[in-house]
Nanobody, 120 residues
Framework: QVQLVESGGGLVQAGGSLRLSCAAS????????MGWYRQAPGKQRELVAT???????NYADSVKGRFTISRDNAKNTVYLQMNSLKPEDTAVYYC??????????????WGQGTQVTISS
């Protein structure tokens, strides 16, 4: 089994910053792509940012220039630095990881979600 544990959500004013972390643990052979998704009330879950094990980055247009994704491969941890936050960034943020486990098959795993609320 593989677990993803997120931390770092909270309530901040518009223009503020937050940093999310997500650590993968368990029967891990390798962690491939990792990323962050978010889901606002009444909306579908959407991609925020992803990073491959080789460091290739991908961002949603809505967060480019404000959010930075990074990872520590030694710790199987992915981070999301969020700056210049806007009320429309309010959502539950979910960590995702594509993990090759002890069966040597690759699966998608999700964190439990962390609430990010931006007040205007």
């Amino acid at each position: 089994q593989v677990q993803l544990v997120e931390s770092g959500g909270g309530l901040v004013q518009a223009g503020g910053s937050l940093r999310l972390s997500c650590a993968a643990s368990g029967s891990i052979v390798s962690v491939n792509a990792m990323g962050w998704y978010r889901q606002a009330p009444g909306k579908q879950r959407e991609l925020v940012a992803t990073i491959t094990s080789g460091g290739t980055l991908n961002y949603a247009d809505s967060v480019k220039g404000r959010f930075t994704i990074s990872r520590d491969n030694a710790k199987n941890t992915v981070y999301l630095q969020m700056n210049s936050l806007k009320p429309e960034d309010t959502a539950v943020y979910y960590c995702n990881a594509k993990v090759t486990d002890h069966t040597y098959f690759s699966y998608d795993y999700w964190g439990q979600g962390t609430q990010v609320t931006i007040s205007s």
